[in-house]
């Protein structure tokens, strides 16, 4: 049992570059989230989607898309990545609202 | 591996010594919190949650202490270890599914 794995690890990217990051759960959750985590800093909401069809906007969501693909699937994409992206990408899921959320590992991103 | 916790706020206590860890939340209509931990270089644990008609819940060695009037979460780790050095983060639910993070505490335990 996997849990919520992201794709890539790492990547390092140049102003202006796109790129999607990867999430899927093999968890049957209905509920997934990205979130951002500056060094030495906390977890920001950038979007999230309660069940499969629906995406809402969290606390960050400027520069940013994602798409709920299926019930497993959930990406984050930048379309035109700034230095100011630059941090830790981490997604999560949960089974329902008022359930605990389980995290993958992160996406450490580098934009220069 | 990646920091986590350069700029917040550090907790130093001894090993075997009780450690309590606050959190302020933000929106009086949240109505589940939980507690997570942070390893270098990991992705959040959970350790124990609480929902708001409860005032306390105890878990293996944590307590979580919930008090809504003053909108402040706290988690009491007995008997702390070293494997306990971590950044620790009080989440929220608001309803409508966001769950949001407070800014964390770095817990460090002198051996």
């Known amino acids: 049992n996997a849990g919520v794995t992201q794709t890539p690890k790492f990547q390092v990217l140049k102003t202006g570059q796109s790129m999607t990051l990867q999430c899927a759960q093999d968890?049957?959750?209905?509920?997934m989230y990205w979130y951002r985590q500056d060094p030495g800093m906390g977890l920001r909401l950038i979007y999230y989607?309660?069940?499969?069809?629906?995406?809402d906007k969290g606390e960050v969501p400027n520069g940013y898309n994602v798409s709920r693909l299926n019930k497993r699937e959930f990406s984050l994409r930048l379309e035109s990545a700034a230095p100011s992206q630059t941090s830790v990408y981490f997604c999560?899921?949960?089974?329902?609202?008022?359930?605990?959320?389980?995290f993958g590992q992160g996406t450490r991103l580098t934009v220069v | 591996g990646e920091s986590v916790g350069l700029h917040l706020p550090t907790l130093s206590v001894q090993e075997g010594d009780n450690s309590i860890i606050n959190c302020a939340y933000s929106?009086?209509?949240?109505?589940?919190f939980i507690w997570y931990k942070q390893e270098s270089g990991k992705g959040p644990q959970f350790i124990i949650d609480i929902r708001s008609n409860m005032d306390k819940r105890q878990g293996q060695r944590v307590t979580v202490l919930l008090n809504k009037t003053v909108k402040h979460l706290s988690l009491q780790i007995a008997a702390t270890q070293p494997g306990d050095s971590a950044v620790y983060f009080c989440?929220?639910?608001?309803?409508?599914?966001?769950?949001?993070f407070g800014s964390g505490t770095r817990l460090l335990v002198r051996p």
């Open positions: 989607s309660a069940s499969e069809g629906t995406t």
């Open positions: 968890m049957n959750h209905n509920s």
């Open positions: 929106n009086s209509a949240s109505d589940y």
């Open positions: 989440a929220e639910n608001i309803p409508r599914h966001k769950l949001i």
């Open positions: 999560a899921s949960r089974i329902i609202q008022g359930t605990e959320a389980f």
